[in-house]
């Protein structure tokens, strides 16, 4: 009984979660899912972590583009575009924060 519990509750949270990012045709990307420390990441770590921010942001700026298309063609509404614009794009500004200060960081230790 608790394994066919645990599936149902897993299947209630993907069905909940797997309509959130997809609206009218455009899908919220992923935002990484991790940024180094700064206290122990390499160069290449690093490295590795702007150019996957370089390609989240490529993403959401596709996304957002997505969203206006649909709304020009009134397939959602101005208000809805841009309340999930602006989700997206706060959400872009935080993980670029995130980065930024471990960025730093990282340069003060002589990395």
Same mark, same amino acid.
């Given at each position: 009984m608790r =394994?066919?519990?645990?599936?149902v509750a897993f299947a209630m949270v993907a069905g909940c979660l797997?309509?959130?990012p997809a609206v009218a045709g455009c899908n919220l990307p992923p935002?990484?899912?991790k !940024?180094?420390?700064?206290?122990?990441?390499? &160069?290449?770590?690093? /490295?590795?972590a702007m150019q996957t921010l370089?390609? +989240?942001? !490529? *993403? !959401?700026?596709? +996304? %957002?583009? %997505?969203? &206006?298309? &649909?709304?020009?063609q009134s397939r959602l509404s101005r208000d809805e575009q &841009? =309340?999930?614009?602006?989700?997206? /794009? *706060?959400g872009l500004k935080t993980i670029a924060d995130k980065f930024n200060e471990q960025v730093r960081l990282f340069k003060a230790k002589g990395g």
């Amino acid at each position: 009984m608790r =394994r066919h519990t645990l599936w149902v509750a897993f299947a209630m949270v993907a069905g909940c979660l797997s309509g959130l990012p997809a609206v009218a045709g455009c899908n919220l990307p992923p935002a990484p899912s991790k !940024v180094p420390e700064a206290a122990t990441a390499t &160069e290449e770590e690093m /490295i590795a972590a702007m150019q996957t921010l370089k390609h +989240y942001n !490529v *993403d !959401v700026t596709n +996304y %957002c583009k %997505c969203l &206006e298309f &649909e709304s020009s063609q009134s397939r959602l509404s101005r208000d809805e575009q &841009e =309340r999930l614009h602006n989700s997206a /794009i *706060d959400g872009l500004k935080t993980i670029a924060d995130k980065f930024n200060e471990q960025v730093r960081l990282f340069k003060a230790k002589g990395g």
